[in-house]
């Protein structure tokens, strides 16, 4: 079965870090180009990171140089690494596999981690 | 960057309606538009890829049009499942959602 499960998600104090793990099973990570997206309570969903087979990384601009996406081919597992948490960073945080070959849209979804910044 | 643009916000319908949304880009995309459906508790669900392409296994009532600046997604006869919240995506340069539209019953 094709499907993404992340993990790592808590409740963070403002400032902390962490890092999110989201790992694939029926597909391959390192042939694909993977994605993450978040959603604050009761907001949209907002783009965050891209990383393409090749191993080129984007980001959104609002969390440019505090957000690092990187995979682990070995564990077929997808990684968002979260620095400098501030409380706009709160959200549900999905990884969520691009499917190149049909207009680059987002054809699986994990089932998403909560992320909670707070003191 | 790109921005897309939304139109309604919400909107309420009954079951048997068709309902169109709207989504705008700030500069042309081509086709490379994409619609999700949201509902609560649950990933966002691929229903259209590239403007006008249906996801395997959404039900033929969903339909995707446009190109360029302007795109819509219709659906011909609201079902019960249907009321949810739907986003347009832009994959033309790197990603960008729009704000969303909550379809409601009334």
């Known amino acids: 079965e094709v499907q993404l499960v992340e993990t790592g998600g808590g409740l963070i104090q403002p400032g902390g870090s962490l890092r999110l793990s989201c790992a694939a099973s029926g597909f391959t990570v390192s042939t694909n180009y993977m994605s993450w997206v978040r959603q604050a309570p009761g907001k949209g969903l907002e783009w965050v990171s891209v990383?393409?087979?090749?191993?080129?990384?984007y980001y959104a601009d609002s969390v440019k140089g505090r957000l690092t996406i990187s995979r682990d081919n070995s564990k077929n597992t997808l990684y968002l690494q979260i620095n400098s948490l501030r409380a706009e960073d709160t959200a549900v945080y999905y990884c969520a596999r691009v499917y190149i070959s049909r207009g680059r849209a987002f054809d699986i979804w994990g089932q998403g981690t909560m992320v909670t910044v707070s003191s | 960057d790109i921005q897309m643009t939304q139109s309604p916000s919400s909107l309420s319908a009954s079951v048997g309606d068709r309902v169109t949304i709207t989504c705008r880009a700030s500069q042309s995309i081509s086709n490379y538009l994409n619609w999700y459906q949201e509902k609560p508790g649950k990933a966002p669900k691929l229903l259209i890829y590239?403007?006008?392409s249906l996801q395997s296994g959404v039900p033929s009532r969903f339909s995707g049009s446009g190109s360029g600046t302007d795109f819509t997604l219709t659906i011909s006869s609201l079902q019960p499942e249907d009321f949810a919240t739907y986003y347009c995506q832009q994959s033309y340069n790197t990603y960008t959602f729009g704000q969303g539209t909550k379809l409601e019953i009334k």
């Open positions: 990383i393409y087979s090749g191993g080129s990384t």
């Open positions: 590239a403007a006008s």
